[in-house]
């Protein structure tokens, strides 16, 4: 960046800088940090909010660094941290201004973001091209895998080989399908060289040096490891879908706190319609298979639906046994016509496991239609639950990570920290407003619940206010008073709760059963509905018959 430029941003970067200080104030979790700051002025800056901590601890295994917006043609050298929901949606890990790019620049963002993120490493990283990043994840992300998109790969290959396109206007489709097409590692290094030879350009400097940084941004090389992408439409090729159409060439520091809020507020409103339509309807199925049925109620709807399609693809997509040893059995898995487009599954009868040389399940976390074929081959009618990622179910937000896409909680353990505090009970706050919001009926019996842990906490306040105005009692017997009348409420705490679980309990089977019978009258209903229909084509199509004779 130019000095001029870099001048003229930090002359307003106030407006930032103020904006970054109210919110931290509101919100002791809100997180920001400034590089250099030694006059508050001018030097790179990475705020995340509440709600962005809370969402990597539930979805933060797999993370996309958009650097678009630092561009000559953009005004402002903004970034964001994001990544993938349960619902398939974008969602917002972190933000930053980058005023000073360089190695070392890059190498304190990575450094404060783990900061803000209780330092959990993601399993993956996806950026765009750009040789400081590289360093610094290397140096920092050190276990996470680093992907560079390919969209960044096709800019800068278009800009380096600009005097290739008139006389070759083929090329850049060629290269593309070389890139995207090749189904094995085998067939993209049988096409490269071929690709090289038919446009003359084997002595490229840069085409070789991408082909030796292959394993970072090709395709077929990085199938093993999970992006978070169950879509061809969130493939790698443009990171920026988060602030798409809010941060643009003519967004300035004084409109970008103003776009970044509604960005922020679009994309929650998009999830807590996803939330609604999963919680509130039932996914048609194909099939009466269990599992169909299975992974209806497990996954959200659009996860289901992927995984719906994949379903109904091992009709036409035979498992064919090649090999059998013992408890590991071997299938070739291929359409119907198509031989020459297999895949290779083994199965362990024993540990329930399968594999598949697609790797779809490894990337994406959504079972392949190949395993699924085995699966039908072998009679198992229900999914294993090691293939069931929960970042992608219903519940996927209850207690963060797990099954090895799993973050850390915010540290708990240093509970005298006001901060650390805050955050936990902030954090579980929301998990406890987004459970309550499902249903009237949950939604009665959290806001009850709330209410007596309201006069609970008002009742502890007072008693401490108490003692610690009291002149003649000392800190000693203040403790012993404390852990007296603990001792003495504990078990009628007890009792309390016990009987408010049984009242819980009562309430929501009375609720279950209510749901269950509406549940029935509509199927009902629909199938009367459908029933006319078909009553009603039928008469039709005999009208049209009698007016033909």
């Not at 590089?35 to 909010?49: E, K, L, M």
């Not at 000073?100 to 990283?125: C, D, K, R, V």
């Not at 013992?326 to 119907?336: E, H, L, P, Q, W």
């Not at 009926?441 to 959290?446: D, L, M, R, T």
Request: hydrophobic share 35%.
């Amino acid at each position: 960046m130019s000095s001029i430029r870099q001048h003229a941003l930090a002359g307003v970067m106030h407006h930032l800088l103020d904006y970054l200080k109210r919110m931290q104030s509101e919100n002791p979790a809100f997180f920001y940090a400034i590089q250099n700051d030694n006059d508050h002025s001018a030097g790179n800056i990475f705020w995340a909010d509440a709600t962005s901590r809370v969402n990597y601890s539930n979805f933060g295994d797999a993370i996309i660094l958009d650097t678009t917006y630092k561009t000559n043609r953009y005004r402002i050298p903004f970034a964001s941290f994001t990544g993938f929901n349960h619902h398939g949606l974008p969602v917002l890990f972190g933000c930053a201004l980058i005023l000073n790019e360089s190695e070392s620049s890059y190498i304190w963002l990575f450094q404060t973001f783990l900061q803000a993120m209780s330092g959990h490493h993601p399993l993956s990283i996806t950026t765009d091209f750009d040789p400081f990043i590289q360093v610094a994840v290397a140096q920092v992300l050190p276990p996470s895998r680093h992907r560079v998109s390919t969209g960044s790969i096709f800019r800068e290959t278009r800009e380096r080989l600009a005097h290739l396109w008139p006389s070759n206007p083929d090329f850049e489709a060629d290269f593309r399908k070389c890139v995207n097409e090749s189904e094995t590692i085998d067939d993209f290094e049988s096409y490269w060289p071929s690709l090289l030879e038919r446009y003359c350009i084997m002595d490229n400097e840069w085409l070789q040096s991408m082909y030796n940084a292959r394993q970072y941004w090709v395709p077929v090389y990085l199938r093993d490891t999970f992006f978070g992408e169950i879509s061809v439409m969130d493939k790698n090729e443009c990171l920026n879908s988060f602030f798409d159409g809010y941060v643009n060439a003519s967004t300035t520091i004084q409109l970008l706190v103003r776009q970044y809020e509604k960005a922020v507020q679009t994309w929650h409103e998009r999830e807590l319609k996803a939330e609604y339509d999963t919680i509130n309807s039932t996914p048609v199925l194909k099939t009466p298979s269990p599992m169909e049925k299975q992974a209806a109620s497990l996954y959200t709807r659009k996860i289901f639906l992927k995984f719906q399609d994949e379903f109904i693809e091992t009709m036409a997509t035979p498992a064919t046994r090649i090999e059998d040893s013992g408890t590991i059995t071997t299938y070739r898995v291929a359409k119907f016509g198509e031989k020459t487009k297999s895949q290779i599954v083994t199965f362990n009868s024993f540990e329930m496991k399968a594999s598949c040389s697609c790797l779809m399940f490894e990337s994406s976390g959504t079972i392949c239609r190949h395993i699924l074929s085995v699966f039908r081959a072998k009679n198992v009618l229900k999914l294993p639950s090691q293939y069931v990622l929960k970042r992608w179910t219903r519940n996927a937000k209850a207690g963060g990570f797990s099954d090895g896409h799993a973050s850390s909680e915010f540290p708990s353990s240093s509970g005298d920290n006001v901060t650390v505090r805050y955050n936990n009970l902030r954090q579980e706050a929301i998990r406890y407003v987004e459970e309550g919001a499902k249903s009237i009926q949950i939604y009665h019996i959290a806001m009850k619940a709330l209410n007596e842990a309201t006069k609970k906490v008002s009742a502890v306040k007072s008693r401490s206010v108490e003692t610690a105005e009291g002149d003649t009692v000392s800190n000693g017997e203040r403790d012993e008073l404390l852990t007296a009348d603990e001792d003495v409420h504990s078990y009628q705490s007890a009792e309390e709760k016990q009987k408010k679980i049984r009242e819980l309990t009562a309430e929501l089977e009375t609720t279950n059963q209510r749901c269950e019978v509406y549940r029935a009258n509509l199927l009902a209903v629909l199938r009367d509905m459908e029933e006319q229909k078909t009553n009603l084509s039928v008469k039709v199509e005999n009208a049209r018959l009698s007016l033909k004779e």
